[in-house]
């Protein structure tokens, strides 16, 4: 046997290792724990008050920020001293401060390059938006006052109305206040924890390596981590910095009463983790330092730092720091303190004030950028497997969607699609006719989905590889050549998508001429950019490997798969000419990747706990303004039970993102494939999702436009009601509608808290329930329970079509809850559902009144132009109300006045929804031959 012969059979019994089931479970000896990461175990260790910076030199910068040096106490003498003593951390480090519009409050503290340290610390490009730099506030003026009797003056500047920055000079602290009260709202280093490890050279004798398992890690630069504490006074929990499986309010990890499996900090580590923990502060795909807070007697406030390399968060429990001689606030204030910890960077942090939680996620994403608008396909159902096997297979299961009546919009193809897992390749065999394929699809109005990762198989006769090879295209390890890791090809190298050339390189791949076989129905799916890494520490890439500009991997690591994907994203920009709008799904994320598209939450299990973890992990995602995410419906690993698979069916159904995956080693699991009752029950929940779509798309539309996310935690819409606080098993669609999952095996009855003091209505029955109160209510097999809100107006579609496309044309339903005032509003959003023409104006958004008895349509659009837009296309040609329903109308009305034109309706009883069995019927307007793009009133006689 030759050498190449043997070579090839090694490689196959590594990959077939790499793949198994069993290699494929999570182990937590895999990964590192704060006690063997050593920045971490550091900053952990140190006691309050063990910060001795204060603040030198303060002024205003003709850029209009206050800036600052920050120097050990010690040193307060010898700041004349040319150049300063130079110890560890001695060096003057560089505060600046800048205010914004609209309550935002920004810090930055680096070294200071003209004492020439040995590299420029890594500064994260490309998250914070252009526009945002408009909105600086240039600071004119410097007030000083003492804070807390201290012996020194401190430096208060303007925030807003309301609000005021504060940096303290002796001892450091920044934090923004309430200007009347003068009571803390945010703040930095109040406990001392702060501590910045500066680069410094290596001395003879010092080993600055580390090493994980078989690992090495060469730390060419040494310690360079960076922590600090963050406090968040009013507040009642903490929540955010997502991906956690865990719960919404975010629990203890230090201090008294710490639950069992909370001692480790939560962990921001983009890492590839199979089968993860339900219930566990460990990081998986994503990392997003925003840490949002809220609480009934101040309202909600916001912390974000923009850094990418490894981050580690402690959250504390009251009284963590009972019995410390040098805290600097009383241990019984109203508070929550936070540390943070990183690797390496610089601070680049953000207060945000509130005061509302709708003020906090729009702050935040006017730093980060408003999520995308997405295509109206992409908001319906996707059906997905490891792997759809061949054509036939995908014609089989399209063919079945319809013979058993269930929309989808789009079929995806896993790795097992391509020419030995060579992206932009199709298997000869398998897929001999991919173009043919999405053409016959997109017949129907269906799109497909293909995957597409980093990693780049490396074989001289693969084009993208041989072209990466040439142009020097890839990630090096720490000696400058290509690095080499194992993946689902075998040996692989990474595209260094950091670069602004290669990731446009990248993009041009999803041209049509390129990527050959692929139509303008194929949208993108991007997997393993954490980056996986079979054979790496933490199945990960080394952190000494080097991207462009010679930034190490560790700086830039929770990024990596943010710039994977907006080069994805760019590339079907560029494909369709700009005017359509992409869908690219990704696993790994950071702040700014709402920008480009679609998050889910991994590889997660077909368990119970798994689906009712989903719902915080979904909400969370939202509050840090992922607003499009889903977790796999059913569990990617494991075989569900039927009850389980409809029971994540019904739940999924109102995720953002509504999607079916299945590992390859499951049982197929298409939903006719469960007896004709299951079959039943999941067509339900997927018409469900469809008869909402004009909902759902009207609150994508608003996130577009605030941040605010479609699935919101109850205290958003209802921020004093401490009852919803702990409360992350239900959940809101939009402000109208409020679903509770059903979690447990053979459930008979299910808690709901329905929040308010006005009504709650049944959605499938329309049932009457007062707000303010715990119901315990029969937990059918139908449905999970979901309630529309008093006062409320939700437009649907009830014509159920092969997928979303087909049924744009379809007429409208709308359904008005009337509350005590026997009042009630809403909005409909429509454009043409795909291209970038609302942003020039083309689309209808329709208001939606009840009151006086009188039904009133009017336009919220900007300009007179813009509805002309959108009528003059054939987008919108029959769009008009088929049926009006009002509940809790009085039994008396009996007829109704339509103007302009005063026609006469009557008002008739029908059911609510087009399920079969309804019997509850309530007052109903059916053809009231009015179209919903123009303004018109019904007055009820």
Known sequence: MNNSSSNRILILLFSL???????????????????????????????????????????????????????????????????????????????????????????????????????????????????????????????????????????????DDDYEGVLRHDPFEVFVRDRVSKKRVLSVNSNGLFDFEQLREKTEGEDWQERFRSHTDSRPYGPQSISFDVSFFGADFVSGIPEHATSLALKPTRGPGVEDGFSEPYRLFNLDVFEYLHESPFGLYGSIPFMISHGKSRGTSGFFWLNAAEMQIDVFGSGWNAGEDKIMLPVDEHRIDTLWMSEAGVVDAFFFVGPGPKDVVKQYTSVTGRPAMPQLFATAYHQCRWNYRDEEDVFGVDSKFDEHDIPYDVLWLDIEHTDGKRYFTWDKILFPNPAEMQNKLAAKGRHMVTIVDPHIKRDDAYHIHKEASDNGYYVKEANGKDFDGWCWPGSSSYVDVVNPEIRSWWADKFSYDQYVGSTPSLYIWNDMNEPSVFNGPE????????????????????????????????????????????????????????????????????????????????????????????????????????????????????????????????????????????????????????????????????????????????????????????????????????????????????????????SWYDARTGTTYKGGKRYKLDATEESIPAFQRAGTIIPRKDRFRRSSTQMENDPYTLVITLNSSKEAEGELYIDDGKSFEFQQGAYVHRRFTFSSGKLTSSSLSHSAATNTAVKSSTVLPGSTVERIILLGLPSSAKSAVVEPGKQKVEIELGPLTMRRGQTHMYPTIRKPNVRITDDWTIQIL
């Open 17 to 159: 290792l790499l793949i198994s089931p069993l290699a494929l479970s999570w182990k937590k000896d895999e990964f590192r724990n704060c006690d063997q990461t050593p920045f971490c175990k550091r900053a952990r260790s140190r006691k309050p008050g063990a910060c001795n910076l204060i603040a030198t030199g303060v002024a205003i910068s003709d850029d209009g920020d206050l800036t600052a040096k920050l120097i050990p106490r010690t040193l307060e003498n010898n700041e004349a001293q040319d150049p300063p003593i130079e110890k560890d951390n001695s060096k003057p480090l560089l505060l600046t401060i800048s205010v914004y519009q609209d309550g935002i409050f920004r810090f930055k503290i680096d070294e200071d390059p003209s004492l020439n340290p040995p590299k420029k610390r890594f500064e994260v490009p490309d998250v914070i938006i252009d526009e945002f730099s408009s909105k600086k506030l240039y600071l004119q003026r410097l007030s000083e006052e003492k804070i807390d009797n201290d012996s020194e003056y401190s430096s208060v500047v303007y925030l």
């Open 539 to 758: 199945v990960s890439m080394p952190r000494d490997a080097l991207h462009y500009g010679n930034v190490e991997h560790r700086e830039l690591h929770n990024a990596y798969g943010y710039y994977f994907h907006m080069a994805s994203s760019n590339g079907l920009l560029k494909r369709g000419n700009g005017n359509d709008r992409p869908f690219v799904l990704s696993r790994a994320f950071f702040p700014g990747s709402q920008r480009y598209g679609a998050i889910w939450t991994g590889d997660n299990t077909a368990d119970w706990d798994h689906l009712r973890v989903s719902i915080p992990m979904v909400l969370t995602l939202g509050l840090t303004g992922i607003i499009f995410s889903g977790a796999d419906v059913g569990g990617f690993f494991g075989n569900p039970e039927p009850e389980l698979l409809v029971r994540w069916y019904q739940v999924g159904a109102y995720y953002p993102f509504f999607r079916a995956h299945a590992h390859q080693d499951t049982k197929r699991r298409e939903p006719w494939l469960f007896g004709d009752r299951n079959t039943e029950l999941i067509r339900e929940a997927i018409h469900t999702r469809y008869m909402y779509l004009p909902y759902y798309y009207t609150l994508f539309r608003e996130a577009n436009l605030t941040g605010t996310p479609v699935l919101r935690p109850l205290w958003m819409e209802f921020p004093s009601d401490e009852e919803t606080f702990s409360n992350d098993e239900a959940f809101m669609v939009g402000n109208s509608l409020l679903v509770q999952g059903i979690y447990t095996e053979r459930a008979k009855k299910v808690s709901v808290y329905l929040p308010g003091e006005e």
